[in-house]
């Protein structure tokens, strides 16, 4: 910002992406309000953000994200996978694949009984509501859809001949067809949502934080690294941050609040002295308070992508993002905003329930008429991996399996107390007998949805794994050395009722006053889908109660 900069607001903020948005624009509502948003990285500038295909060039991007990687674990065969997240205005909001998915009804009742009152599926709606401008069309219900919220909510551009079909294969294997993916019914087949308004990607920081920018009660210090939480007789009162080789603190009166994401926040409360004490204490932080649920909880999507050769390039958009094609297609997005461009990694979705006795679907099923070179083995693996961004010659669709609540819990623990150093993240997939069951179902549904009657003849045959793969044991290796994060990490500063939830369920980390985190970190549990519109509106309510000094 051009405006000169104090070093003291009412509010801090640590983190500019889908939260850190949300309540900045929010908070500085209140002309008489001050608030700083710290962000580690710069202005979404970069043309691939506003993009919708070019989150396919920017997953791995040095200058836009932070560059994690897991750590190896048995659950992906010893593989250390990419753990993208977004570090410029927006974050993973300005990266992510556009998919704007509600969670089941269940999830945010789950929610409250584990003790976080006020955060039922009652009591979000209308915040779900309050963010969408949700573009509907005749077919949709739209009785519980937001039409007026900062948020572009719009079905896709295109919608590929193939997704009719896909339709079709749905009731033949006895599952329904929703017009509206985000209506009162999430079983079943849809096509995809995006957070798109026409030819363009809108992230919270292009629907929320842009439009607030000419506010002066509202500065933005980007291209900061936070250091710590500064922390004087029980109350935060400011961040430590490095920019431009600098070090300052950024004051707060009333509140820090972190929203720097599940892996960010955790980190920060870990640097600053919050967490277990034995793991601070061989690290050489000083310990302000011995909690051990910092960190923990980790909960991520395990996603399985398999491949299908089609019978012709009718049905997949292979070629028609190589060679001339491509520059088409790119006059085509830029003239008349639809094409392959604005497409994101998921085009459709079947949710489903597997196993008997489910209140809510415990698989999802993600694609489109895409399929991905394959990459070579790693050693002693059997399957190969997938080039995303880079096309097969012959036209392919995938689809990518993932269980909707796991069971498996990681962890997001300290490297070394150099904040500049990326922590150490162990999602640790797999790693009970009901997730490996699980996703084992999901990849069985998958081929016998391939396998429908209106698919003959448009589905040639399964590329990957390949019908060599026939058993249970041979479709798990596949899945630990081929799958990997769909990027929805989660709960690692959960709330709850208990008192070893590191949160109260207003968001404030217990035993200390004026600190609240308002991210993803805070879910006690994953919600059955993409986890952008959820966070949205865990923001959106967050910024009520701290308005309302609850």
């Keep these: 910002m051009s405006r000169p900069m104090t070093d003291s607001f009412d509010y801090v903020i640590v983190g500019g992406g889908s939260a850190g948005c949300v309540l900045a624009a929010r908070l500085s509502e209140d002309p008489g309000t001050s608030v700083a948003l710290i962000e580690a990285g710069g202005r979404d500038r970069h043309p691939y953000i506003h993009i919708p295909a070019g989150y396919a060039r920017i997953l791995d991007h040095p200058g836009l994200t932070w560059g994690y990687r897991t750590q ?17 205005w927006g974050g993973s909001s300005s990266i992510n694949g556009l998919g704007h998915v509600r969670g089941h009804p269940s999830d945010y009742d789950l929610w409250a009984q584990k003790g976080c009152t006020g955060w039922g599926w009652d009591d979000l709606l209308p915040y779900f509501q309050k963010h969408e401008s949700f573009a509907a069309r005749d077919t949709d219900d739209g009785a519980e859809r937001g039409t007026t919220g900062p948020q572009p909510v719009e079905h896709l551009a295109e919608t590929p001949p193939l997704l009719d079909r896909l339709a079709e294969a749905t009731r033949a294997i006895g599952l329904p067809v929703n017009a509206d993916m985000n209506g009162p019914r999430r079983e079943g087949f849809s096509t995809f949502q995006q957070t798109r308004r026409g030819r363009r990607r809108i992230s919270a920081a292009r629907a929320y934080l842009h439009p607030a920018l000419g506010r002066p009660n509202l500065h933005i210090i980007d291209q900061a690294l936070a250091l710590k939480v500064m922390v004087s007789e029980g109350r935060a009162t400011g961040v ?21 994401g599940a892996i960010g926040s955790p980190q920060l409360l870990l640097l600053s002295g919050f967490g277990p004490a034995a793991d601070l204490a061989a690290l050489g932080i000083p310990v302000l308070r011995d909690m051990p649920g910092i960190g923990a909880n980790l909960q991520d999507h395990f996603i399985v992508r398999l491949g299908f050769r089609l019978a012709s390039h009718r049905w997949s958009a292979n070629r ?71 096309p097969e010659e012959a036209p392919g669709m995938t689809l990518g399996v993932w269980q909707c609540r796991p069971e498996s819990r990681g962890a997001v623990t300290l490297a070394s107390a150099d904040p500049a150093v990326a922590p150490r993240i ?100 994953i919600p059955v889908c993409n986890i952008n519109a959820t966070v949205l509106s865990v923001a959106e309510k967050a910024a009520d109660l701290i308005r ?3």
């Design 320 to 390: 028609r993002i190589t060679g001339w094609r491509l520059p088409f297609e790119a006059m085509r997005w830029a003239l008349r905003g639809d094409g392959v461009l604005t497409w994101s990694p998921g085009m459709f979705s079947l949710f489903a329930r597997t196993a008997p006795g489910l209140e809510a679907p415990d698989i999802q099923i993600n694609g489109g008429p895409l399929s991905w070179a394959e990459a070579p083995p790693g050693p002693g693996h059997r399957f190969a991996g997938l080039r995303i961004g880079v």
């Design 72 to 88: 190896p674990d048995p659950g992906t065969a010893d593989r250390a996978l990419d753990y993208p997240r977004g570090r410029v």
């Design 426 to 525: 162990a999602p640790r997939y797999l790693a009970t007998e009901n997730d490996r069951a699980c996703v084992l179902r999901g990849i069985r549904l998958a081929r016998d949805w391939m396998a429908a009657a209106p698919l003959a003849g448009i589905v040639a045959a399964e590329s990957r794994p390949g019908p060599a793969a026939a058993d249970d044991a041979a479709l798990l290796q596949f899945a630990r050395e081929t799958g990997g994060t769909v990027y929805h990490p989660c709960g690692t500063v959960r709330m709850g009722g208990d008192p070893t939830a590191p949160l109260d369920a207003a968001l404030r980390l217990r035993g200390v006053a004026g600190l609240r985190v308002v991210d993803a970190s805070v879910f006690p549990d």
């Design 548 to 550: 309302s000094g609850s």
């Design 240 to 260: 430590a941050i490095r920019r431009g080789g600098i070090e300052q603190v950024i004051e707060a009166r009333r509140e820090v609040i972190l929203s720097a």
